[in-house]
């Protein structure tokens, strides 16, 4: 099975401009692909993961990534998926972010030796002179074609500004600055820039006269078709100060039983026979496919260590006595009770459990709230100082977080 076929198999693909051309490059390690990451923050996050997976898988394959990393676009903002305007950043923002970025993806792919390269767009789409763009670009271009466009539709209805109107037309010219400088033959991306990618494709052949192609893979939708990668807390991030090794493990092994096996096939590298045999489990018999799943990413984005931390704390959240030494932990002094007590609900906020009061009690009233196993059905309830007479007390907040307090 070629790379291209197991793509498939996996269940990664989703458009493709020009199929039988595409797997002839790809499984022959003839692709110089590119993916573009605009840095709107400070890490990369779960709806990266899927395009770094698939830069390793065709690394693997022999063929050659780019990683762009999008230092001019993110002065613009992709209207993609938006029905507002994202906010504008400063290029010292974006500047900040950019170099987050590189540190991160070096960790997942091979740099060495020529094997991969991390580019910015902003070294050409700050210089362009707007005058030149308008005639040698502007009129490759038709706004009756660019307004049919999924991404433009979206925003049409509260207004599309200008400013982002231009977006298709920039990361187009990433295609063609990229074929032209490093003989960049294919660019790969989510579904949602399908638009974007087959401007970049079209300005190829009209400026240079040659072919270039586009490939776009699944978005990672959960089994309720929402984008996958987000908690109470917000994204799940790639970077451990944002997103503990622990709660990163926790988000996998808490997926619903209808997502396991497709993230196993499209996150993981395990064998897709292995694959096979972990989606006959049934029953309670899943909770190993997903501590598999929990553990095969961990390991990846936070390495071997972490990740059996990860798993050994995870665990203790279902067995009596086991260490609990790698689970999120706030720590308290006897300053913070008064006389002897805290209430439950200043004790979650401290913890970050709960954005706000009004949030915690909505929780505690729905019976999403337990310390130590047992349900805390009232508002007022007060954690003791002698409750932690075992050092510590277990706060449960829903079905899946979990964080332990000590003092």
């Not at 709806?47 to 390793?56: D, E, N, Q, S, T």
């Not at 305007?85 to 010292?92: I, L, V």
């Not at 990672?220 to 994204?235: C, F, I, V």
Request: include cysteine; hydrophobic fraction near 40%.
């Amino acid at each position: 099975m070629g790379v291209y076929e197991e793509l498939v198999a996996r269940g990664l693909i989703a458009q493709v401009t020009d199929e039988e051309e595409i797997r002839d490059l790809v499984n022959n390690g003839k692709a110089v692909f590119y993916i573009g990451f605009d840095p709107t923050a400070d890490s990369l996050h779960v709806g990266h993961f899927m395009a770094l997976c698939l830069m390793k898988r065709l690394q693997l394959a022999g063929n050659k990534p780019i990683a762009l990393i999008g230092g001019g676009t993110a002065m613009i903002g992709d209207p993609s998926g938006r029905t507002d305007m994202r906010q504008m950043m400063t290029k010292e923002t974006i500047d900040h972010n950019c170099a987050c970025f590189k540190e991160q993806m070096s960790k997942f792919i091979d740099f060495s030796d020529d094997k991969a390269l991390m580019v910015n767009n902003a070294d050409w789409l700050l210089d362009l002179n707007y005058i030149e763009v308008l005639r040698e670009v502007g009129a490759c271009f038709s706004v009756n074609n660019m307004l049919r466009a999924e991404c433009y539709k979206q925003r049409m209805e509260k207004g599309l500004s200008f400013l982002e109107f231009n977006y298709m037309i920039m990361q187009s010219y990433d295609f063609y600055a990229l074929y032209r400088k490093y003989g960049c033959n294919m660019q790969f991306g989510g579904d949602d820039q399908w638009s974007n990618m087959l401007g970049g494709t079209e300005l190829i052949r009209k400026k240079l006269g040659k072919d270039a192609y586009a490939m776009t893979i699944n978005l990672l939708l959960n089994s309720e078709g929402k984008k996958m990668g987000k908690t109470q807390k917000g994204a799940v991030w790639l970077d451990a100060e944002k997103t503990t090794p622990f709660d990163f493990y926790q988000y996998w092994r808490n997926v619903d039983d209808a997502d396991v096996v497709k993230c196993l096939k499209m996150l993981t590298f395990l064998p897709l026979d292995e694959i096979e045999e972990l989606a006959k489990l049934e029953g309670s018999q899943i909770n190993k496919a997903k501590e598999v799943l929990a553990f095969e990413l961990t390991k990846m984005i936070h390495g071997e260590e972490e990740a059996n931390k990860a798993q050994e704390g995870a665990r203790a959240l279902f067995s009596t006595g086991a260490n609990t030494d790698n689970m999120p932990t706030t720590v308290l002094s006897k300053d913070d009770f008064a006389d002897g007590e805290i209430a439950i609900l200043d004790l979650m906020l401290k913890a970050g459990l709960i954005p706000s009061k009004g949030e915690g009690k909505r929780l505690i009233q729905q019976g999403g709230v337990s310390v130590d196993d047992v349900k805390v059905t009232d508002m007022f309830y007060k954690v003791k100082i002698s409750d932690f007479d075992k050092g510590q007390v277990i706060i449960k907040k829903g079905k899946k977080v979990f964080h332990k307090v000590t003092l």
